[in-house]
């Protein structure tokens, strides 16, 4: 296992096009989550599979935001209609039921710049 | 939900040994306490976490007094790879809660040569 894979790397994308990023977790590891981090700052929770089912939204997830996770595998995040505030890093993490004593993982993520 | 506070930034020369300290003041008590390293464009990592008095790996070692309302990291002898932003996060991991934890700014150390 190659840890948490997400693709691609860096998107470059127009204002008002449609995205989606790709996120592969640890193959036992069944919580999934996805944030973004803005430059300087430290990430924010967007939101959380437990297996296939997504079990918290924050906030911050609008209704252009939508995820995935089907058969409780990989997970897409999909956005629609970007905005220049969409720009940042998207940042994938898997861990395992029940707590870890290792925390997440997190992926390299996916760099956002909307145009 | 506790929250913490941490220098923004530091400095430090190589072979050094670094210690940054995190406070949270209203830390609960199946709260732990759990460090991540992150370098430029990429994402965290997993560095350490405890719950009470000491615990060293290979990396790190982190401190935490009786009153767990602060830790420390402590890294021996850095090199310039440990250049990085160091995030300090509180939360009780084992009730499923880990998507809550709030992130701060984190410490951005800087090693000189």
């Known amino acids: 296992d190659t840890g948490v894979s997400q693709d691609p790397r860096h998107k470059i994308t127009k204002r008002g096009q449609n995205v989606t990023f790709r996120c592969d977790p640890i193959s036992e590891h069944n919580r999934l989550y996805w944030y973004r981090q803005t430059l300087g700052q430290g990430p924010e929770f967007l939101t959380y599979?437990?297996?296939?089912?997504?079990?918290?939204k924050s906030r911050l997830l609008s209704d252009r935001f939508s995820a995935e996770r089907p058969k409780g595998s990989f997970s897409t995040l999909e956005i629609q209609r970007t905005e220049q505030g969409d720009s940042a890093m998207y940042l994938c993490?898997?861990?395992?039921?029940?707590?870890?004593?290792?925390?997440?993982?997190f992926g390299s993520g996916t760099r956002l710049t909307v145009v | 939900l506790a929250k913490t506070t941490q220098p923004i930034s530091m400095d430090s020369y190589e072979g050094q040994e670094v210690n940054i300290t995190c406070s949270h003041n209203?830390?609960?008590?199946?709260?732990?306490i759990t460090w991540y390293q992150q370098f430029p464009s990429q994402g965290p990592r997993f560095i350490i976490q405890g719950y009470k008095t000491k615990v060293t790996n290979e990396v790190a070692s982190l401190f935490i007094p009786a009153d767990r309302k602060s830790s420390t990291l402590s890294l021996p002898r850095v090199s310039l790879s440990d250049t990085a932003v160091y995030y300090c996060?509180?939360?009780?991991?084992?009730?499923?809660?880990?998507?809550?934890?709030?992130w701060g700014l984190g410490t951005s150390l800087a090693v000189n040569p």
């Open positions: 996060l509180v939360g009780d991991i084992y009730a499923g809660n880990n998507r809550k934890l709030i």
């Open positions: 599979f437990q297996n296939e089912a997504q079990l918290e």
């Open positions: 209203n830390i609960a008590t199946n709260d732990y």
């Open positions: 993490a898997s861990s395992l039921e029940g707590g870890t004593n290792y925390g997440y993982t």
